[in-house]
């Protein structure tokens, strides 16, 4: 059974951090690319942060410079470190898997951020 866990989620203030991490289980996880991607309340699903089974990286406009991802293949976790978080950064982010060939796709079940005074 497949399984992504996300945690590190909470409430922050303005210009703090968080650091989120998706553990996964039930998957060789080395091959598959990993996505973190953010709802906020009445707006699409968005895409945040992808880094690739050999370590590329990319981030959205609004996150770059301020967050970062990374794995640990090891560990089979995945890690979102966010700094200078911005209320409109408020969202439940999502971890997502995709392996590199097959298509087999995997979502964990999201974590609360919100960023508030």
């Known amino acids: 059974q497949v399984q992504l866990v996300e945690s590190g989620g909470g409430l922050v203030q303005p210009g703090g951090s968080l650091r989120l991490s998706c553990a996964a289980s039930?998957?060789?996880?080395?091959?598959?690319?990993m996505r973190w991607y953010r709802q906020a309340p009445g707006k699409q699903r968005e895409l945040v942060a992808t880094i690739t089974s050999s370590g590329q990286i990319r981030y959205a406009d609004a996150v770059l410079g301020r967050f970062t991802i990374s794995r640990d293949n090891a560990k089979n976790t995945v890690y979102l470190q966010m700094n200078s978080l911005k209320p409109e950064d408020t969202a439940v982010y999502y971890c997502?898997?995709?392996?590199?060939?097959?298509?087999?796709?995997?979502w964990g079940q999201g974590t609360q951020v919100t960023v508030s005074s």
């Open positions: 039930g998957i060789v996880f080395s091959v598959y690319h």
């Open positions: 997502n898997s995709n392996h590199v060939v097959a298509p087999r796709e995997y």
